[in-house]
């Protein structure tokens, strides 16, 4: 219990009165008022009551950022490296792919350099 300004023990209420709730219903139709869409309804929404505690919330807060936070990172995780036997298989590819564009160059110059003997002819 609270001491008032005069002195006297103050009891706190532990109910809401239903001009309370008629206050508070007001209030939030002028906030929706202010806020409200064309398309929106004209009656302000309810206040949806949820019976969980405020630790019950938190935690589903929590959890739901967690399940977030993994997901952005799961796909990452499932990538694995490459094993020897791909990395040699890719490196013989590459080899292969370098003999190939250096026979094509020296292929080109042979081309040239006959060219340019029957031209001299």
Same mark, same amino acid.
């Given at each position: 219990?609270?001491?008032?300004?005069?002195?006297? !023990?103050?009891?706190?209420?532990?109910?809401?009165?239903?001009?309370? !709730?008629?206050?508070?219903? =007001?209030?939030?139709? &002028?906030?929706?008022?202010?806020?409200?869409?064309?398309?929106?309804?004209? &009656?302000?929404?309810?206040?949806? /009551?949820?019976?969980?505690?405020? /630790?019950?919330?938190?935690?589903?807060?929590?959890?739901?950022?967690?399940?977030? /936070?993994?997901?952005?990172?799961?796909?990452?995780?499932?990538?694995?490296?490459?094993?020897?036997?791909?990395?040699?298989?890719?490196?013989?590819?590459?080899?292969?792919? &370098?003999?190939?564009?250096?026979?094509?160059?020296?292929?080109?110059? =042979? &081309?040239?350099?006959?060219?340019?003997?029957?031209?001299?002819?």
């Amino acid at each position: 219990m609270d001491a008032g300004d005069d002195g006297n !023990l103050v009891i706190k209420k532990r109910f809401v009165t239903e001009a309370e !709730l008629d206050e508070r219903r =007001k209030r939030r139709q &002028e906030e929706w008022e202010k806020v409200r869409k064309p398309e929106d309804p004209e &009656e302000c929404p309810e206040e949806v /009551y949820d019976p969980r505690s405020l /630790y019950e919330r938190l935690q589903e807060q929590k959890d739901r950022k967690q399940q977030e /936070y993994e997901e952005q990172f799961k796909f990452k995780n499932m990538v694995r490296g490459l094993d020897e036997d791909e990395t040699n298989f890719l490196d013989e590819v590459s080899r292969q792919q &370098e003999l190939i564009e250096k026979q094509r160059r020296e292929e080109e110059l =042979k &081309e040239l350099k006959e060219y340019r003997i029957s031209f001299v002819l």
